[in-house]
């Protein structure tokens, strides 16, 4: 053997797990550690440029909106004010950017890909969202309110700083007197030693006031500018069906080229070789050299035919059609180069997707036990069992599959996903390899 894939329908979380809020959880984990961290300096820049960002985009959101309503009257106004409705997605864009300096996980973005042409559509797709719309909330309502909280903040963050700098600017000014906000005036160094303490304790103050309102505005971002649990369900399934489609569409085009090869080609190399031994038996023996080539013609036919066949068995084998899975597993084991013990025992027909899939998961796994594993038997067992097809091919080689030497598997195992189905490989140095299959048959 050599795969060894890894369990494609493993429980996956629909939306990635809550976690906490990072810095929030820097201030819990080490509170005095936290004065001296890199965070301080992270939730001051955070908050530094969202004030600046937060005043820019009011004013030119409200811009807008002036403006659309103004000129509505002549008609202008009207496609602004659709313009308007998409602002959210900039700064929904920007704040999710942004918040990348406070939060190691970057929030997701919550709109689906694009369509590549046809900007009326990219509009209208977009105004169908919901999250455009809590965008937008965020633009107008929420983003105003953090502008002025972080404004007010980095004043307080200002004159904390100034007033640490105090004894620095008194010495600097000693030939001038130096009034300090309450109105004190300070005659030297040693006056403004206090001073420079209160601005010390405004600083750490503002360390862990700086935190708090970074959590409130992470966590805000994130219930506003993030993928809910129910659209990205939502997007997940689409996703799921349009690969079931395609997984549909393939398996209908490799059953017409089947169809093709084997009422076609196939049948017209048939007639080709029929048409050359009634020329053989028409030139007798009066023309040995074209008899002899006549002869080799055939033979070249009978291999083109021979390899055509093996093509039409490999796209979608006849009798997996005609008769079902352990026909066609037994006929499958009946040319293996080694002996195999074929144990498939189903009360009924299954769905032509899982016989499909069943099938060619038996010819990889001979296949590779053939190529790769030393292998001298190999077992093969089908069971139904809950409505579930339960798949057992274990082969007495050397094991040690490694998962990374070809895609064979690896493809199976994708496909069985899309069916709901499970593929393990059990493959310890020194063997036995198993390969388990499990895939619903409801339906």
């Excluded at 429980?11 to 906490?20: F, L, N, Q, S």
């Excluded at 920007?94 to 009326?120: C, I, K, M, S, Y």
């Excluded at 360390?207 to 809910?228: E, H, K």
Aim: proline fraction near 8%.
């Amino acid at each position: 053997m050599n795969q060894n894939p890894p369990n494609p329908t493993a429980p996956a979380p629909i939306a990635p797990p809550p976690i906490g809020i990072a810095v929030w959880a820097a201030v819990r984990r080490r509170p005095l550690r936290f004065l001296w961290s890199a965070w301080p300096w992270r939730c001051w820049a955070h908050l530094l440029g969202g004030g600046a960002f937060g005043i820019a985009a009011v004013l030119l959101f409200v811009f807008l909106v002036v403006a659309g309503l103004a000129l509505s009257v002549i008609g202008i106004g009207v496609p602004i004010l659709a313009a308007t409705a998409l602002f959210g997605l900039p700064v929904g864009r920007f704040e999710r950017r942004r918040l990348r300096v406070v939060e190691p996980r970057p929030v997701p973005n919550p709109h689906p890909p694009l369509p590549e042409t046809g900007v009326w559509r990219r509009v209208r797709l977009r105004w169908r969202e919901r999250v455009t719309w809590r965008e937008l909330g965020y633009a107008a309502l929420v983003l105003p309110v953090f502008a002025v909280v972080d404004v007010a903040f980095t004043a307080l963050l200002g004159l904390s700083l100034v007033l640490v700098a105090t004894p620095v600017v008194v010495v600097a000014l000693s030939h001038e007197t130096v009034m300090v906000p309450a109105g004190h005036a300070l005659d030297g160094w040693i006056d403004a030693l206090p001073v420079a303490g209160a601005g010390l304790a405004g600083v750490v103050l503002c360390a862990y006031v700086g935190a708090l309102l970074v959590g409130v505005q992470v966590y805000v971002a994130r219930l506003l500018l993030s993928p809910r649990d129910a659209e990205t369900k939502a997007r997940i399934v689409e996703l799921t069906r349009s690969r079931a489609r395609l997984v549909d569409a393939f398996e209908a085009e490799r059953r017409r080229i089947e169809r093709d090869l084997h009422d076609g080609a196939q049948q017209q190399l048939v007639a080709l070789s029929i048409t050359l031994g009634l020329a053989e038996l028409e030139l007798g023996g009066e023309h040995p050299r074209a008899a002899e080539l006549l002869v080799r013609a055939r033979g070249e036919a009978r291999d083109a035919l021979t390899g055509l066949r093996d093509l039409i068995q490999g796209i979608h084998p006849q009798v997996l059609g005609d008769h079902g899975l352990a026909a066609a597993v037994a006929e499958v084991a009946g040319r293996h180069p080694f002996p195999v013990t074929v144990d498939v025992d189903l009360p009924r027909r299954l769905p032509s997707p899982v016989e499909t899939m069943a099938y060619f998961t038996v010819t990889e796994a001979l296949t590779n036990s053939a190529k790769h594993s030393g292998a001298t038997r190999v077992e093969v067992s089908a069971r139904l069992a809950d409505d579930h097809l339960v798949l057992d091919v274990v082969d007495d080689g050397h094991g040690g599959a490694d998962p990374a030497a070809g895609a064979g598997l690896r493809g199976l195992a994708d496909r069985l996903a899309i069916l709901g189905g499970r593929l393990t490989v059990h493959s310890p140095v020194g063997g036995p390899t198993r390969i388990h299959v499990e895939v619903p048959c409801s339906g």
